[in-house]
């Protein structure tokens, strides 16, 4: 800042100053540290939002007595398709899941679902969806899935895909064992059903009352990634270590507890992480379902972030944003109450 005022009592007025253009940016990018920066545009950029939970009933609130709001949150996500227009280099949108509302009269269902698709396919680009419980408490796998546009193999919701040739999307689906959305006489409702008698000794299955620490997860509004999809996840981040890829991991249930509570954590987090502990390519894990803000880093320096829910935006308020995605880390980008972070690679 010195060597500008020196700058300024040399030329004896500011027009002759700013005539040495070359001068003042040299000058102004040592002041601001933008020398490094300068140039450094995103590899790419993608929109992220979670837990709409739209339905056409008047506000409530939560178990934990938590404002909802069913009714604003599809305005939210209609201001953030705008934004994510408006910015007009998105690659792509994620949506974290829980796009309606478990309260939303089943005889609505569908029209609720369909409503808030529309809104957005108004996005200029793709939208990756993935299923949360509250989708599923609405409709089958059978009938949701189709309307998500999310690629199946046997109604199951987890797939992968590469928006550059140096990252990789990986998307769980965190109800593959589940007592929600599957036929209640399915093989997968079964082994959900002994899982939570086995862990749960409550008979209110959604009632953490009597366990302790991680324990809490073993919820009926919880699930897990089952055996088939743990040998899928590890043959694409096994395939991503091959072709140098940096991998971000999407699910709508929190795989850390230092980012969640232990309430909202899939099932078996831990073995999910065993397998992505066995690689260096993962750098974020992206979830929804917990409602709040959260962010850690594990003990192998992979990013934990959890975000706002679209529901419990007060009118007025928001909760989306975009991710700019470099070589060396991801930019959030918040909007409202998403508070934007960086998230730097170690690796």
Not at 43 to 50: C, Y
Not at 67 to 83: E, F, G
């Amino acid at each position: 800042m010195d060597a500008l005022l020196h700058m300024v009592e040399k030329h004896g007025d500011l027009k002759s100053l700013i005539q040495d253009w070359s001068s003042v940016y040299s000058i102004m990018d040592s002041v601001n540290g933008l020398t490094s920066l300068r140039g450094k545009k995103p590899l790419f950029s993608f929109g992220i939002i979670s837990d709409i939970q739209y339905a056409d009933i008047p506000d409530g609130l939560s178990f934990l007595g938590v404002p909802r709001y069913y009714r604003h949150s599809i305005a939210v996500l209609q201001r953030a398709v705008k934004q994510w227009n408006h910015h007009r280099n998105l690659k792509f949108a994620v949506n974290l899941g829980d796009i309606v509302d478990g309260f939303c009269p089943k005889e609505h269902s569908l029209d609720s679902v369909s409503r808030v698709v529309n809104e957005f396919e108004k996005f200029n680009g793709l939208v990756r969806h993935m299923i949360g419980n509250h989708c599923l408490y609405n409709m089958p796998r059978s009938k949701l899935l189709p309307l998500l546009k999310i690629p199946s193999i046997d109604g199951c919701a987890y797939y992968d895909f590469s928006p550059t040739s140096g990252y990789r999307f990986v998307v769980l689906d965190g109800y593959d064992i589940s007592a929600i959305g599957w036929p209640e006489d399915h093989p997968k409702t079964q082994q959900a059903l002994k899982f939570l008698q086995d862990k749960n000794p409550n008979s209110d299955k959604n009632s953490p009352d009597g366990l302790v620490g991680t324990e809490r997860r073993f919820l009926m509004f919880n699930g897990a990634v089952g055996e088939e999809q743990l040998r899928w996840l590890d043959s694409v981040l096994c395939d991503a270590t091959n072709l140098k890829q940096k991998v971000v991991v999407c699910c709508h249930l929190p795989l850390d507890p230092g980012a969640s509570t232990e309430e909202s954590l899939l099932w078996n987090f831990d073995e999910v992480m065993g397998v992505i502990h066995k690689y260096n390519c993962v750098k974020v894990c992206l979830a929804g379902h917990d409602h709040k803000d959260g962010h850690s880093i594990d003990s192998h320096g992979v990013h934990h972030k959890v975000f706002e829910a679209a529901l419990e935006c007060p009118p007025g308020t928001d909760a989306f944003g975009y991710i700019d995605v470099y070589d060396d880390r991801l930019s959030l980008c918040g909007t409202g109450r998403i508070e934007s972070c960086d998230m730097h690679f170690n690796h």
